[in-house]
């Protein structure tokens, strides 16, 4: 996943569009992740400021995620955007990525965008009831039939105090 710079260096300003398509397997140690077996593409294109090297595109792949409420699979696309800004010189700022003057290597600027952009909560539809907390049915297929009075034992002092006011 490396971008060729030496045409970019030539002409200041004027964007060179790239894209290419990888297993997420050439991202490296990725085997923990929902999306390890699925391909990653990747799309953009890069240009010289005059400095640095700015590269800017969107990263796509699929996975199969965990609804977090009822745990039913999940198949999500994911989108992520692509920003950095390379630099060759030996004092960098630290916003910038160093690279070696002949090529960018994209394969951790990816993988960390990928990591970085996970999703905190996956459900399989906005309105997801998620399960029972008694009995684990799923309530997306139905209502189970665990009571629905029925109180916290930490709270039952309380219902006391309710119903002696009563």
């Given at each position: 996943m490396k971008l060729q710079v030496e045409e970019a260096l030539r002409e200041e300003g004027r964007k060179i569009p790239f894209a290419f398509q990888e297993p997420a397997a050439a991202l490296g140690d990725v085997d923990t992740l929902p999306w390890k077996d699925s391909d990653v593409a990747v799309k953009g294109s890069f240009w010289s400021d005059g400095t640095h090297i700015v590269v800017e595109g969107t990263?796509?792949?699929s996975g199969?995620?965990?609804?977090?409420?009822?745990?039913?699979?999940?198949?999500?696309?994911r989108n992520a955007a692509l920003s950095e800004v390379y630099g060759a010189e030996a004092e960098l700022?630290?916003?910038?990525?160093?690279?070696?003057?002949?090529?960018?290597?994209?394969?951790?600027t990816i993988r960390e965008t990928l990591i970085l952009s996970e999703p905190m909560k996956v459900l399989c539809r906005p309105?997801?009831?998620?399960?029972?907390?008694?009995?684990?049915?799923?309530?997306?297929?139905?209502?189970c039939s665990c009571p629905t009075d029925?109180?916290?034992?930490?709270?039952?002092?309380?219902?006391?105090?309710?119903?002696?006011?009563?």
């Open positions: 990263v796509r792949t199969m995620y965990t609804c977090s409420r009822c745990l039913t699979p999940v198949s999500l696309v700022p630290e916003d910038v990525w160093p690279y070696n003057g002949e090529y960018i290597d994209l394969t951790e309105d997801c009831q998620g399960l029972c907390p008694q009995c684990g049915a799923n309530l997306n297929e139905g209502p029925k109180i916290d034992p930490r709270l039952s002092v309380l219902e006391t105090l309710l119903n002696s006011k009563r």
